[in-house]
Structures are given as structure tokens and as C-alpha cells.
């Protein structure tokens, strides 16, 4: 072999080796490295398909829509299921189904049992929600279940709180506007970001994001988001802010993404559209 050939060899097998070494550290990363743009977009990189649940077919939770990557190449994702909040349906969660899983997850916006159901049932019904995409759905065989999150509006956000309580190895929560009469919880071992609205007059952040976020363990990975000139209903629209923040939540906990830890740590500073921000940076997970 001659000197330029061995030279070339060798690079080659460093390149090859740095990239498995890579991969072998989080083989989870999905989609380019990301930027304030890719996050903030209506529409991440990944092309998206989307399929109904019918009530009639699913036990536990009211049916729902799956939203996933088209894609099959990059092997399996994530998924997230979301609650809505009280006397409302999926749609009113509809807008987070594509621009999440065009990021790189399967996400299934749910309908609950009745519109009226509580907290504790809204949690169950994420978790049945859970074990139906991963067990039964068409699109299980897109799924790693072992990396799985909840997101839930109002009293689906108090769901959401309810869900992480219960099943621990959830890997993200995330309670937008949550709503419940528990005001503490400190048995939760998910990382969970907690979204409060500085208009919100159905669960003032006073009396419930806030008082959530503090009896989170100290040593929880754990964020408050409060957004300005917001209210209750805040995130039944497509919302930059929420989208940015939920997307580098679930990238950075359920795909262990690091390279999506730069919009969350050092903390995001007060703005136009943020009020307030608190978290645990470093964060640890």
C-alpha cells in the first residue's frame, strides 16, 4: 500500500470511527442540527402523514389522530400524546400534531372519554393513549418505547402532571396552562416544563403553574415558562413561543438531543413574548 493510500485508509477509519463513536452516544438524534429558525418554524424538516383513531376501536381514551414522519430511514421516534383541556375536543390541540412530529416524533392528539373528565382521568386516558400507540396502533413499528412523553392543555395539562406522577419512566412532561387542584407535586421524577400565562384568569398562574414548578423536586430537571399578554386560551392557536419551547423540551428529554439544550440553558431571558423564565441549568438528564 502506498504512503497516500495508508494516509487515506486511516483518515477514513477515524472519520467512520468518530461518526460511530457519535452514534453509539445518543443514537437518538434525529433531523439536522438545529437552529432558532428550525425550531421556531411552522414546519420542522421532517414530511408528515396523519391517520384518525376511531373512538369505536381503542379502550381508555376517546380516540384521536396520529401524526408521525413519513419517513422510515431514520428508524424509530419518540412519541408524545396530547389531552386537551375542559369541554374541549383534540382540535383544539390540533395545531401542535404536525409541527411536532415534522420535528421528529409521533404525536397523537387525543379525545378524551366525556369533555368534562378531571385531571386524574385526563393522565390515565394519556397513558392508555400511550399504550395504544405503542402496542396496537399502525405506526408502532415507527416507535421507540422506551422514549415517551405527555403534553396536555388546562385540565389536560393537570392530566399531564397526573400521567408523569404516576408513570415515572415517562421521559418529558410538558402542562401547558395546567389547571388542578393538587398544587403539589413532588413524587414526579419526568422532566417537565410548565407553561403559565400572565392573562390567565381560569388557572392564574399564582395559584397553579407556579406553585407546580416549586414543589417539583429541586434536583428535577423542571422549567417555567410564562408567557406575556397571554391568556387561558393561549394554546389552542398555533404559538410560536409554546412550539419553540415544547420542541426543545421533548428533543432535549426524549431524544437525550443536547445539541437542543442551547434554547433552554443559559435561561431565555424576559422579552416581548416571555414574561418570566425558571429552570435548573445545567440540566442533568
Known amino acids: ?9 486511516i483518515a ?16 437518538y438524534e434525529r433531523g439536522p442540527a438545529p437552529t432558532t429558525s428550525s425550531i421556531e418554524a411552522v414546519r420542522g424538516p ?22 408521525y414522519p413519513t419517513t422510515t430511514a431514520d428508524g424509530t ?8 383541556g375542559y369541554t374541549a375536543g383534540q382540535s383544539s390541540m390540533a395545531w401542535l400534531g404536525p409541527r411536532l412530529a415534522s420535528q421528529g416524533f409521533v404525536v397523537m392528539t387525543i379525545d378524551t372519554l366525556t369533555t368534562l373528565d ?8 394519556l397513558l392508555s393513549a400511550l399504550d395504544y400507540l405503542t402496542q396496537r ?29 404516576s408513570r415515572p419512566s415517562l421521559q418529558a412532561a410538558i402542562a401547558l396552562t395546567g389547571w388542578n387542584l393538587d398544587k403539589s ?14 392573562g390567565d384568569t381560569i388557572a392564574p398562574v399564582l395559584t397553579h403553574s407556579e406553585p407546580f414548578y416549586t414543589s417539583l423536586p429541586s434536583s428535577l430537571d423542571k422549567a417555567y415558562v410564562e408567557l406575556n399578554n397571554a391568556t387561558h386560551f393561549t394554546p ?7 412550539a419553540k419551547y415544547s420542541v426543545a423540551w421533548l428533543k432535549r428529554f426524549i431524544d437525550n438531543d443536547t445539541r437542543y439544550e442551547q434554547f433552554l440553558c443559559p435561561l431565555p431571558s424576559p422579552g416581548p413574548t416571555i414574561e418570566e423564565y425558571r429552570g435548573n441549568c445545567p440540566h442533568t438528564s
Open 1 to 9: 500500500m502506498s504512503a497516500l493510500a495508508a494516509l487515506v485508509t
Open 12 to 27: 477514513g477509519l477515524a472519520s467512520f470511527t468518530a461518526s460511530g463513536a457519535q452514534a453509539a452516544t445518543n443514537p
Open 46 to 67: 421532517y414530511a408528515v402523514s396523519q391517520t384518525s383513531v376511531s373512538s369505536l376501536g381503542v379502550t381508555g381514551f376517546g380516540g384521536g389522530t396520529i401524526y
Open 77 to 84: 421516534f419518540g412519541a408524545v400524546t396530547i389531552s386537551p
Open 118 to 125: 378531571q385531571p386524574d382521568s385526563r393522565g390515565r386516558q
Open 137 to 165: 396502533s399502525a405506526v408502532r413499528a415507527r416507535i421507540d418505547s422506551s422514549r415517551l412523553g405527555v403534553m396536555g392543555h388546562s385540565m389536560g395539562g393537570g392530566g399531564t402532571l397526573e400521567a408523569a406522577k
Open 185 to 198: 407535586w413532588p413524587e414526579i421524577q419526568t422532566p417537565t416544563l410548565l407553561v403559565g400565562a400572565d
Open 236 to 242: 389552542n392557536t398555533s404559538n410560536t413561543p409554546i
